[in-house]
């Protein structure tokens, strides 16, 4: 192509299989060239940088409606820009819950008014609203099952799973499963009402609930299946041992939280460092190291989840921490000090484009979605709590310094500067 393009991007760029120098050239939000003869006005220069497909976060709380005091459609979008995240696939257990057609429309539409990032969304699967899964497969991402409570309450009861499971496969969708199991945390919790430790939570939804709900789920010979914010060594294990058998597509996530953090942390965070399900072991964190090495673990998702420090602090806390702003930190920070490579990195975005049914984005070629997160890989930063931009206003990673921060994210070809999350350039 001669034409000067509307907008070019100059750098590393990060595929599946290499890193490689080249330029990216834009137009009307998608990309039409990569070439390093590509021309444009507007040029931005990144030699030092990597550029990656923006990041997609499949599991988030925007917590719209019912919780717009905690997160909403404009502050969680930018959040998501200052840490590099172009798009993310919203949970249904807000006030009330996304169970219907209805629900969903009206979401989209606030969506699209308030957001700033690309937002989708999954619906909850509950007894009364099974029938309904065909016709809302149509407008979601995929469909949420609680196997235990968390926030909202909600559950879907076992004898629901297995039928529950089997109509979302015959959709194109994914189910994304909370696996706690319900009974052993009500026993725990039980034999453990009386007593006050800082780790209490974490054995409360102990370990072992967590491996019998991944047990009970497999049980079901589940396929295009997401086990979400995976915890524990045991429980990916189960999982591996699956895909031998089955050669199924079962797929499961990791937060940054589970990564960095352990069960000792709780001690320091209090009820900041409150979350289902709960900080791990040391063992089990870098179990879950390895496991996002190797491509054990598909994909890389906040579990965004924001409470007011009212919230917090309160007699009876909720569980959930924020992630969004901090996720080019995490990034660069498995990186830079467990070696983990950025094609791997690249690839938790791929694949979510795939299995999401997101597949004009995910890679960077010609005739996607001009969506890139530009990695400052080289430059500490230390988190504190006014560089933030969730409504909250706290991370449990406050304090901590990282080696590296997303410095531009671009979204449909539109360049946010993702410290100030405002626009580089018109185009």
Known sequence: MTSNHQLVLEGRIVDLDRVYESRIGVDDGVITEISSDVKGDNILHLEKHLIFPGFIDTHVHLRVPGGEHKEDFSTGSMAALHGGVTTVIDMPNTQPPVTTSDMVRQKRERADKEGKVNIRFYALALPENLDSIPSLSEQVAGFKIFMGRSTGGFILPTEYLGES??????TSKIATVHCEDEEIMERDAENLKYRDYPEKHADVRSAEAEIKAVEALLSHNPDKVNIAHLSTAEALNLIKEY??????????EITPHHLLLTRNDMRRLGNYGRMNPPLRTEEDRLAMIEGLRSGDITFLATDHAPHTREEKSGSNPPSGVPGLDTYGNVVAF??????IPPERIMSTTYLASLFFGLTDRGRIQVGKRADFTVLDHNGPVTISSDMLYTKCGWSPFEGMTFPG???????NGRVYDSQTVKPVFTI
């Not at 921060?405 to 979204?411: C, E, F, Q």
């Open 405 to 411: 921060r997303a410095v531009y994210t671009v979204v």
């Open 165 to 170: 499971l089997k109509r979302i496969q015959t």
């Open 334 to 339: 498995l990186m830079r000090e467990y070696g």
């Open 243 to 252: 895909r031998k058998k089955r050669n199924g597509t079962i797929f499961c």
